[in-house]
């Protein structure tokens, strides 16, 4: 990723969530409202004018997608199943219990800015890179701010996670949280995902949990994005945001448990592959 410019993938996952909002049932699919806050949030913010968002929500740019899914099948759906899948898993955590919310690498996503008011007693934080997190700062200055969300700018390749929280007064490491690491582990080299998930464990207090999105490793040893995988790498990483990391789910519950965390697919009813992307859930 280009250090100094926002994240493309995190403006291209909220431009297709604005699409979905126009694709017929995904709003069985998708949280009530996040199609609204999430065109509000790129407009609010400069990352896009209003003729593009305005594109983007039409029927004709669902077929557009739909079109160009023959590289990624059911890559579509598959980011707002992953969406309703994080926010699913945190609404559990807070029944549960969890009294602070955490995303990594959190892009344009509402979630935080959207489930603050109603959940006054829970702290919300989220984490990403400056060049992404200030332009999303921007756009929730605009929306309203919320007492409970903490928008974090940071790089976490150059400062570790447990240094970030540790200096922030409203992160208690005794608590009980979810964290979400929705469509970033895979643009992380494999040392740093150890170190990420160790951290995270580190900085939650018990029966926390963790929700995350991976990919799973090929034949090869590549990331697997089906058919097409030696062109959708080569895209990315022309594009600047390669994948790096990837591993195969009955390899999962040995990972997590070396990293302090529990594989709990209990937890979860999401099962098996949307688009190229697993869902994944661990506690502490
Ligand atoms: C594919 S986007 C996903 C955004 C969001 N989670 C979603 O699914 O809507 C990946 C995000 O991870 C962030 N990211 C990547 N490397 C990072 C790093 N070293 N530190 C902080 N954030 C990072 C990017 O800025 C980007 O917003």
Redesign the pocket.
Known sequence: ?RKDK??K??Y???LN?VTLGAKPGMNKVLPPGVFEATEKLLFASGAAGATLIRWSRSRRMVSVYEAFDWMMPGQFEA?GH??AFCECQVRDGIGAGATQVL???????TMGWRLAPEFAGVNFFE???P???LLKARGIEAMGQRDNLHLIP?????RKLVDVLKANQSWDQTAQTVI?????LM??PSEAVRDLFGQCAAIAGTNSRIAFTYLCTGTDGRPDAGRWTGLVLWILKVTG?PWLWSIRPEELGRFLGETGWTNAPELTEWTGKNGVEYLGVARK
């Open positions: 990723m926002p994240s993938t995190a291209k996952v909220a969530i980011f992953r969406k995303v990594l690498g959190a892009g344009y996503d984490i990403d890179h060049a992404t997190a940071e790089d976490l390749g150059k979400a690491a929705e469509g970033l643009y992380l945001e």
